[in-house]
């Protein structure tokens, strides 16, 4: 009878999921993100110590210049990000590098005055100017001077570990070459062609040249005086990157980024017929 009047108490056995599955979080999740991340830092640095000096400063360009906006990389013939374009900032620490170098040639006090190195909307250009009896070339002679020699290797050596193109100019000053069948056109134009062969000799890849250019006396350094000597000069310009595609897209009668959007002319009405 008792056993009827007190029936056993029953007990409910609570069991909770999320004890179950405590080792199956997302904790895991950060550790594997962390490891991928880095292994991808610990390749990416294999591969730059294997790239090319060109490629490292390509990458290390970026961080210095995230927007781009004075740097930037691309792909050219040699390969991915093997071009470097260098913005007024590094064309001035270029020109700094090219003024300490020339100083220590034994013959740059001699010559000291004759080089000028200059930035220009073109690019570097360094400026050989010649005196009265010649320094660079003897004076009517389109074949280099000792010293035009060793200069031109001198910048060789420093033209070619930039990417950029290089344009090569010839300057006269008034006074006729004296010859009917050879004028100061055909002698500033050997000029600069004699001082890219140079180049190329002493290590300049040919491609990089992308002009030669014989100007005779038509851009005098002083016009006042167009006999002066000053007007005869070699002049070597580190073209900015971009202005070749430039002005071949402008001789194939291609628009270029600058040039505003072209607008039909408005039709013109025919005549009314007279009456």
Known sequence: MSSKLNPAPIIIVRKHAGDHDEGHGGAWKVAYADFVT????????????????????????????????????????????????????????????????????????????????????EGLRVDLIETQHGLFFDTGNPK??????????????????????????????????????????????????????????????AGRISQVRGFADQRLLHKDDPASPSNRRISIIVRNVGLDQQEEAVAEGKPTPDDPPSQSAPPVAAPAPAH
């Open 38 to 121: 880095a292994m991808m830092a610990l390749f990416i640095v294999l591969w730059l110590l294997s790239a090319s000096e060109r490629v490292q400063k390509a990458v290390g360009g970026y961080f210095h210049d995230p927007t781009g906006k004075g740097r930037q990389t691309g792909t050219t013939n040699a390969g991915a990000g093997e071009t470097l374009t260098l913005n007024r900032d590094d064309l001035a620490r270029l020109k700094e590098k090219l003024e300490q170098v020339l100083r220590q040639i034994p013959a740059f006090q001699n010559m000291e005055n004759q080089i000028r190195i200059t930035i220009t909307t």
């Open 144 to 205: 280099p001077s000792v010293a035009g020699v060793e200069l031109l290797k001198v910048l060789a050596d420093q033209l070619t570990k930039l990417p950029n193109k290089v344009a090569i100019e010839g300057h006269t000053d008034s006074t006729p070459y004296g010859r009917a069948d050879y004028s100061n056109w055909e002698l500033s134009a050997d000029r600069a062609n004699a001082a890219r062969r140079i180049l190329v000799e002493s290590g300049l890849d």
